[in-house]
């Protein structure tokens, strides 16, 4: 089965909300929607009923938080152990991350109103925290003065420590450090800087 999941937000074959929230994929090429609808679950949609168990596995890889699964019709499709969930201040989030895109700004913006919508994945480090994902949403969170967010504990390979060291480097120690960037230019910077790290021309 390939599972591919649709990383923009102009796809006239999913609805908008689910764009905005990255929980739109292809299923061997069909359109599949999951629409994260409370702060634990998630509405799956799409043609084949079989496909739906890989497809929230997928998902969940992304939102370990999410833990209940139902179709349309309220019916339960799956429920998973609810993970053990930090409120981490602001502060002892380490970004790895060093840009953030103003277009995914704009769209985490229509379905985040408080502190508890910000649920990440985070690695132990020192006496702090390395953020692996939602650096988007820290963003948004320290543009709001909000100053703590949720968490859960998650493991990842080795290379985010180049990424945690030149961000770093460069001067980015909570997410309020991070560069807001124009789209185009969000892509050029990092994707280049990723390429770099991941060919190994990255010291």
């Given at each position: 089965?390939?599972?591919?999941?649709?990383?923009?937000?102009?796809?006239?074959?999913?609805?908008?909300?689910?764009l905005n929230q990255h929980g739109a994929y292809l299923v061997d090429?069909?359109?599949?929607?999951?629409?994260?609808?409370?702060?634990?679950?998630?509405?799956?949609?799409?043609?084949?009923?079989?496909?739906?168990?890989?497809?929230?596995?997928?998902?969940?890889?992304?939102?370990?938080?999410?833990?209940?699964?139902?179709?349309?019709?309220?019916?339960?499709?799956?429920?998973?152990?609810?993970?053990?969930?930090?409120?981490?201040?602001?502060?002892?989030?380490?970004?790895?991350?060093?840009?953030?895109?103003?277009?995914?700004?704009?769209?985490?913006?229509?379905?985040?109103?408080?502190?508890?919508?910000?649920?990440?994945?985070?690695?132990?480090?020192?006496?702090?925290?390395?953020?692996?994902?939602?650096?988007?949403?820290?963003?948004?969170?320290?543009?709001?003065?909000?100053?703590?967010?949720?968490?859960?504990?998650?493991?990842?390979?080795?290379?985010?420590?180049?990424?945690?060291?030149?961000?770093?480097?460069?001067?980015?120690?909570?997410?309020?450090?991070?560069?807001?960037?124009?789209?185009?230019?969000?892509?050029?910077?990092?994707?280049?800087?990723?390429?770099?790290?991941?060919?190994?021309?990255?010291?």
């Amino acid at each position: 089965m390939d599972i591919r999941r649709i990383d923009n937000y102009r796809d006239p074959r999913f609805s908008q909300a689910v764009l905005n929230q990255h929980g739109a994929y292809l299923v061997d090429g069909e359109p599949y929607e999951l629409e994260i609808t409370g702060p634990d679950r998630a509405v799956v949609r799409g043609g084949n009923r079989d496909a739906f168990p890989e497809l929230i596995e997928s998902f969940r890889f992304h939102a370990p938080h999410i833990v209940r699964f139902t179709d349309e019709q309220g019916s339960s499709l799956a429920r998973f152990p609810w993970p053990e969930v930090l409120d981490l201040p602001l502060t002892l989030i380490q970004p790895s991350q060093f840009y953030v895109d103003r277009e995914k700004l704009a769209a985490v913006e229509t379905f985040l109103s408080g502190w508890e919508d910000v649920t990440i994945q985070v690695l132990p480090w020192e006496d702090r925290y390395i953020a692996l994902d939602g650096h988007t949403r820290l963003y948004w969170a320290s543009l709001q003065g909000i100053r703590q967010v949720r968490a859960v504990l998650s493991e990842t390979d080795d290379c985010v420590w180049t990424f945690v060291n030149e961000a770093r480097a460069r001067g980015i120690f909570t997410p309020g450090d991070m560069k807001l960037l124009e789209h185009e230019e969000y892509d050029i910077l990092w994707d280049r800087y990723c390429d770099a790290v991941f060919a190994g021309t990255v010291e």
